[in-house]
């Protein structure tokens, strides 16, 4: 039986909660409060989360704050939320592959992710090859980044700055600190016109012979997700501005080798804006043609015909220009060999 002491008082509500809020926190070990701290600050929400939570599929990072489940500061937040220093972060237990030791990377994938074209201090440039996906998750077990961060035990950090789809291979930019992601993010965000601070450029293999000079597309795009499909992107006029400059470098009867400027960097742009002008990229199983693919498949093709070929951007922290090109992948120069190219007119 409880015995008041003295001058003993029933306490309120908030002091109950109080008083029983370590017992609820013991009955979620899993349960964490995480401060931000400063060299996080102007991070996405999501992106916090997939480092601290191990083996995390991106598609559960979203749920988990759709639902409320993830809370800053004591509030519900979207998965783009810039976070700042000092904000706490309440993470919901869960079940993580991420939890068990991971596997160590093959020696097939630490031989793959050996080429680098650029690197020191704040960043690196990978020469990715075709067929890894740069992150893990959607039936993925470990993608670029969490091989590297396996290879590169001692990098106190390693995140992409931006992303390259799964079959496409070349260029792709990575940061070694924080201070440098976000300002490539920076750069990224700001990107327009004749004050575009990151150049990015691909060869394609398309659909037809080309005729004439360079096409600008100007199609907004936009996303959706069918019923327990991939996520599908459109040329939608109510979508997201989307702008590419397809240049043409050689005619092949049949097909033609263009070089893709980016002007703005939405997901699959380069692929959708091919697709809408009529012009699909060989090996596109999602957005091409399956008569064209079928033929350059005969040709020996046997991915995505799609090549970061050239990256230019300003150091975040000299403000250097530096460009870096990577050559078209043995894989796809050989199919080119085999193609007749176009008698000139």
Request: glycine content about 8%; proline content about 6%.
């Amino acid at each position: 039986m409880f015995v008041p002491p003295p001058n003993y008082s029933k306490p309120g509500k908030s002091h109950q909660f109080a008083m029983i809020r370590p017992l609820m926190d013991n009955l979620h070990p899993k349960r964490r409060i995480v401060e931000v701290a400063a060299d996080h600050a102007g991070q996405r929400l999501d992106n916090y989360l997939l480092r601290e939570l191990k083996g995390a599929p991106r598609s559960l990072i979203y749920r988990i704050v759709r639902r409320g489940e993830v809370r800053v500061n004591r509030g519900r937040a979207a998965p783009d939320y810039r976070l700042c220093a000092g904000d706490m972060i309440r993470i919901p237990p869960l079940r993580l592959s991420g939890d068990a030791p991971a596997a160590a990377p093959s020696d097939s994938q630490r031989a793959a992710l050996q080429s680098i074209l650029f690197e020191d201090e704040h960043l690196f440039v990978l020469d990715k090859p075709g067929g890894i996906a740069v992150h893990g998750g959607s039936g993925v077990s470990a993608g670029v980044i969490e091989i590297l961060r396996q290879m590169r035990p001692d990098s106190g950090y390693l995140e992409l700055v931006h992303r390259l789809d799964r079959e496409t291979s070349g260029c792709l930019l990575l940061a070694k600190k924080r201070s440098a992601l976000t300002r490539l993010h920076a750069d990224l965000r700001e990107n327009s016109g004749r004050s575009r601070r990151i150049d990015k450029r691909y060869l394609a293999l398309l659909r037809g012979a080309w005729a004439g000079g360079a096409v600008a597309v100007d199609a907004e795009l936009s996303g959706k997700t069918p019923r327990g499909g991939e996520k599908l992107i459109t040329a939608d006029p109510a979508g997201r501005y989307a702008k590419s400059v397809l240049r043409p470098r050689q005619n092949y009867v049949d097909s033609a080798l263009v070089e893709i400027e980016l002007l703005t960097g939405r997901t699959h742009q380069a692929r959708v804006h091919c697709a809408h002008i009529g012009r699909p990229i060989a090996g596109d199983r999602k957005y091409g043609d399956k008569q064209f693919n079928r033929e350059m498949k005969q040709a020996g093709l046997r991915r995505l015909f799609l090549h970061a070929s050239r990256l230019g951007f300003r150091h975040p922290a000299t403000g250097e220009r530096i460009q870096v090109e990577s050559a078209l992948p043995t894989e796809l120069s050989e199919v080119l060999d085999r193609l007749s190219p176009c008698p000139d007119a």
